[in-house]
């Protein structure tokens, strides 16, 4: 599965995002026809909360997701 095909996909938070890069949280994304959980952080000015409605808009290193509150 290759991460870039997430880009633009909307995912639930799993466990919250941290604001600003400060942590990293998890979310549940589809991607290439399945719902997986990937590693997430964001650059939101607050944190995002589990349940939170997100769209992946970009890559952190090889595997974690850059999210954005839908």
Request: aromatic share 4%; glycine share 12%.
């Amino acid at each position: 599965e290759d991460n870039r095909n997430a880009i633009g996909s909307a995912g639930t938070v799993y466990l919250q995002i941290p604001a600003a890069r400060t942590g990293h949280g998890k979310v549940n994304v589809m991607l290439q026809g399945t719902y997986v959980e990937r590693e997430a952080v964001t650059d939101e000015d607050a944190p995002l909360p589990y349940g939170t409605e997100v769209v992946v808009i970009g890559l952190s290193g090889e595997s974690t997701l850059v999210v954005a509150r839908k």
